[in-house]
């Protein structure tokens, strides 16, 4: 399928590992011109270059820009950075890096301050700088959000209180500017298997005495398909989901979980 978009921009943020980098290489690939951005410089330059060695594609149509998602002065100046650089904007995915596991008990006020910026207001930030352009001719916006916020855990107060923010920020904005040829979605990872899953399996299995092995095979055995799910595989909904190929999507969650939500509504 033609995604439509080798004439588009995009800006994907905290896209220099794991599922933000899995999506701007999918785009890439499909012919977007795209800046990727995250707060480390020199994690952007080397996957940057990383990508450009792997996909067959105009190197100069990929590009980075720092943007600590903690400090709303550098998410200001990489997003009007980088649109400049792409001479406008058609399609934003925002990223945002997981909370840490805490549960209420354990959590600070000051946690609670971090996490907000680090996960709604920038999100809410990118957008607001986003939608001027996006509304000059229509354009997407892709919100990455854990499909566990269906199912919040004692250990995951942080996210749970935000990231159903992002969600609901995502049907406001759609139905606010669907007349503005704006789309507005989101796409929910679980079982995606990144660095963070594999963090996630080791600690499984030193919290519970089993190998990696038995680790992994427990994450897999509580999904449907039986298996984890690969980066690829992401970066192909995601690309979708944002392309003029999904054109009457918005208002949306797409689910890329291996059926684990399968049982909601």
């Keep these: ?50 990508i450009r060695d792997t996909v067959d594609e105009n190197p100069d149509k990929l ?14 100046s990489g997003m009007t950075g980088a649109i400049d650089d792409l001479g406008g904007l058609d399609i934003l995915i925002t990223n945002h890096g997981g909370p840490p596991s805490r549960t209420f008990a354990e959590t600070t006020l000051e946690e609670f301050d971090d996490v907000y910026q680090g996960v709604v207001r920038s999100t809410v930030q ?23 916020a269906l199912e919040p855990n004692v250990s995951g107060s942080l996210a749970n ?26 796409v929910a990872p679980r079982g995606i298997y990144t660095d963070r899953i594999e963090y996630k399996i080791d600690m499984l299995a030193d919290e519970e005495g089993i190998s990696i092995e038995e680790a992994e095979q ?8 039986s298996r984890l799910g690969s980066p690829e595989e992401f970066g192909r909904a995601v690309a979708f ?6 054109g009457f999507t918005t208002g949306s969650i797409l689910h890329v979980d291996g059926g684990w939500s399968s049982s909601a509504f």
Excluded: H
Excluded at 25 to 45: K, R
């Design 126 to 148: 990118a957008c607001k700088i986003a939608l001027p352009y996006l509304e000059e001719g229509g354009g997407s916006i892709t919100n990455l959000v854990a499909a566990s």
């Design 63 to 76: 590009q980075y820009r720092v943007c600590d998602l903690t400090d709303p002065d550098s998410i200001e």
């Design 241 to 246: 989901v944002a392309s003029p190929a999904a």
């Design 161 to 186: 209180v935000f990231r159903p923010g992002v969600y609901g920020l995502s049907k406001t904005m759609a139905n606010e500017f669907g007349g503005d040829g704006i789309r507005v979605n989101c």
């Design 218 to 225: 427990q994450r897999e055995e509580e999904l449907p398909l």
């Design 1 to 50: 399928m033609d995604l439509d978009v080798a004439d588009k921009s995009a800006i994907v943020l905290a896209g220099s590992k794991g599922l933000g980098r899995a999506v701007a290489t999918q785009l890439f690939a499909e012919g977007a011109s795209v800046v990727i951005t995250s707060s480390d410089q020199d994690n952007l330059a080397d996957t940057v270059q990383e």
